[in-house]
């Protein structure tokens, strides 16, 4: 979800990149994730933050050791411009394939105004990028010992995708799974009225519905640190927890379990009604 306050002051974000797991590393900021994966023949990143923070994303990279110019595959949760802020960057220094669910791709070109990049002007100045692929429902992606699933979960954008693979530590094979994307903000009554749009809360509840499907997922992620337990694992690590917090295989049910009361409290909210 876009906000001015972050896009004007990225330094005031900075968060330090770490290794969540195995190959996954973090290299978002205190609110938009970013995450890098090593998939010992290239790096692949899923999403790129805002705009404005290209520079604190890239020192990120630099910081846990990796080069930017080894960047293979650039993967998006959704086409909102705080997700693929340094992605044209990216593209241009490392030549990486950069990925798109094709909903999105679709909007980019007949509805760019639902990017969002204009909800940040004056500062707003970076446009939807090109992507090189288009994914959909099913789609794999696989780069050096990486396979990632794309599973489509429409709600937040048409064409939000939610990647889900396997990462490896000390002769064990962890399954993460990502919901491309939560936010409310796109199924409020005031923005269907701003743009014209609809549907959107009944493509969430299905989505929500096919991710409980997924099963066994022992790292459970979001795009926004304030989803998925992100914070709250993090400071247990920082603070020495014996065993990696974000490996924890009761995690991603009850992330789900909160989207679904947070869309049942918007569902019940007078003031949003339809
Ligand atoms: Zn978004």
New binding site residues.
């Given amino acids: 979800?876009p906000g001015m306050e972050h896009y004007q002051f990225p330094e005031k974000h900075i968060m330090d990149p770490f290794k969540i797991c195995g190959e996954l590393y973090y290299i978002g900021d205190d609110d938009v994730c970013a995450y890098l994966i090593d998939s010992g023949d290239g790096l692949i990143l899923i999403d790129t933050g805002y705009p404005t923070a290209q520079a604190l994303l890239m020192h990120s990279i630099y910081s846990l050791g990796f080069d930017p110019c080894n960047v293979k595959i650039i993967l998006h949760s959704?086409g909102?411009f705080?997700?693929f802020g340094c992605t044209v960057l990216l593209k241009t220094i490392s030549g990486a394939s950069a990925y798109l669910g094709w909903k999105d791709a679709k909007m980019f070109r007949e509805r760019p105004d639902l990017a969002?990049c204009d909800d940040c002007v004056p500062f707003a100045s970076q446009q939807p990028f090109e992507p090189d692929y288009e994914l959909k429902d099913g789609d794999t992606v696989s780069l050096g010992g990486i396979t990632i699933k794309v599973v489509e979960t429409p709600g937040?954008?048409e064409g939000t995708l939610s990647y889900f693979f396997d990462v490896h530590e000390n002769g064990e094979s962890y399954h993460v799974g990502l919901f491309g994307?939560v936010?409310r903000n796109?199924m409020r009554k005031s923005f269907y009225e701003q743009y014209n749009v609809s549907g959107y809360r009944e493509m969430f509840a299905d989505s929500i519905k096919r991710m409980y499907e997924q099963k066994d997922i022992d790292i459970a992620l979001g795009?926004h640190t304030v989803q998925a337990f992100f914070m709250k694992n993090r400071e247990a690590m920082l603070n020495g927890s014996e065993n990696n917090p974000f490996i924890d295989k009761t995690q991603w049910k009850a992330f789900l379990d909160h989207m679904q009361w947070k869309l049942d409290q918007l569902l019940s909210d007078p003031e949003e009604k339809l």
């Fill in positions: 979800m959704h909102h705080d997700h969002l937040h954008t994307g936010g796109t795009t």
